[in-house]
């Protein structure tokens, strides 16, 4: 095998385990905000995590030139903003709305960022794609207020709604400035860690804050290692080297299946069986985000 092989199997290796983590990410993420945890203890151990993990970096390089304005941006697009989004979200509403809602979001409001942010005008497939993602997003949502849904779940649709649009903020500023990943890692987490860990400290509701109802540490390490390190560090990382591999085009192809991945795991690990109407919203909304994919010259910073 030669290395130009080597290279493309590994960046191949890389980009199909993303979908996987993401799918596993969500399930995870439920099961933190559902149990012991709230979504602000789960969001300040995602981003107190990964602070600390790049803090050598923080100290040694700084920002690595990137401008505060634009690291705050970023770091709303992918810290404490989408974090306490979705969690809050997730808490409301089951592992199949979380994985269609917020994954099937970022497409429609990274199309409409880019007219009004980057001059794009999204082509015709790429404007029916967008019209089977919000086909899928209505079954979902008439999932809500259908049989004998959780207290709230549409509020929770809506959050998750709400995440998709923070998150697609985030690719489209990629998209637009192309920083290093080197500042991307480092400014999302610090940036957010600044700002947000002081409001939880002293305003937010917590159990890790009080010893009475302190969680169980099991829990506390599996969302400090899922939210701290493999969302915040190794995800990035693995979509960077898919990326220079395979390209984005065929990666964005590869994500298009975290959210039936999510499904997967959620009916295996929280016994949670979505109705026939979430599974409609699956599969229409995947169809979608596979459509939404256009052909065009792949371009590192795109997905990183």
């Known amino acids: 095998m030669n290395p130009s092989q080597s ?22 993420s439920r099961f933190g905000v ?34 505060l304005t634009r690291a705050f941006i970023i770091s709303v697009g992918a810290g404490a903003p989408f974090a306490l989004t979705s969690f809050t979200g997730m808490s409301l509403a089951p592992v199949a709305h979380a994985g269609v809602l917020t994954n099937g979001a970022m497409p429609i409001f990274a199309a409409l960022l880019g ?25 979902i949502g ?27 903020l985030y ?18 987490p610090v940036v957010s860690a600044v700002l947000y860990l002081p409001i939880w400290a002293l305003f937010l509701p917590s159990g890790l804050l009080r010893a009475d109802i302190f969680p169980p540490w099991p829990e506390i390490a599996l969302q400090a290692g899922f939210q701290g390190v ?12 898919a990326t220079r591999s395979v390209g984005a085009t065929t990666l ?28 409609a919203g699956l599969a229409v909304t995947t169809a979608g985000m596979v459509l939404a994919v256009e052909r065009r010259r792949d371009n590192v910073s795109d997905t990183v």
């Open 7 to 28: 290279n493309y199997l590994i960046g191949l290796a890389c980009g199909l385990a993303v979908p996987f983590i993401w799918g596993a990410w969500i399930v995870a």
């Open 34 to 67: 559902t149990h012991a945890l709230t979504a602000y203890d789960v969001s300040a151990l995602r981003v107190g995590v990964g602070s600390l993990i790049v803090l050598p970096v923080l100290l040694t390089r700084g920002l690595s030139g990137l401008a």
């Open 115 to 139: 007219v009004f942010w980057l001059r794009e005008r999204p082509g015709g497939q790429r404007l029916v794609a967008i019209g089977l993602i919000i086909i899928g997003g209505l079954l």
């Open 142 to 168: 008439g999932d809500s207020f259908t049989g004998a849904p959780e207290p709230l779940q549409w509020l929770g649709d809506i959050l998750l709604v709400a995440a998709g649009a923070i998150f697609a």
């Open 171 to 188: 690719m489209t500023a990629l998209r637009k400035w192309q920083p290093e990943i080197i500042q991307t890692i480092v400014a999302v």
């Open 230 to 241: 493999v969302a915040s560090v190794i995800v990035v990382m693995l979509l960077t080297r």
């Open 252 to 279: 964005a192809v590869f994500l298009a299946g975290a959210p039936a991945l999510a499904v997967v795991f959620g009916i295996f690990l929280l016994d949670e069986l979505p109705t026939v109407l979430a599974w």
